[in-house]
């Protein structure tokens, strides 16, 4: 198989609050919009997040809930530094910033339908940890 993207779609109930959530705390932009779906992107970065309607009829009734249960990740130069940022944009915290053993300062952020964001700074793992990095390149 030759694969030339891969992007998450979230399913909501509200469309146009997902929409605003992700262009106001993570500044991307809609690169195509409709009322059912939306297909957002940062205008610097190679990477696409897309939200759509639960209610929308290509989708079979066993798909038709929102995206709770979902947590996405975004990786950031200085986790520290998002977390005022976010902070003084009045973003919901449900994870405070922290060092984790694994290699992570990170937060989470609590965002539309259920889905929790989850913002990562790469750090230097602990000694438990670092054989688990395998090196490998996607």
Known sequence: MTTTGCFPVLLSRDVQEARG?????????????????VQLGHPSQAFELAVMTTQHDSLPA???TPAAGVLLSFEVTDASAEHARLAAL?????HGL????????HFM???PDGVFVDV???????GEYTDAYTGAEP
């Open 21 to 37: 959530f992700y262009e106001r705390y993570f500044g991307l932009v809609p690169r195509f919009e409709s009322d059912w779906y």
């Open 62 to 64: 066993a798909a038709q």
């Open 90 to 94: 009045g973003a919901e915290f449900v």
């Open 98 to 105: 922290r060092d984790e053993a694994w290699g992570q300062r």
């Open 109 to 111: 952020m609590r965002g």
């Open 120 to 126: 990562i700074e790469r750090i230097a793992p602990s």
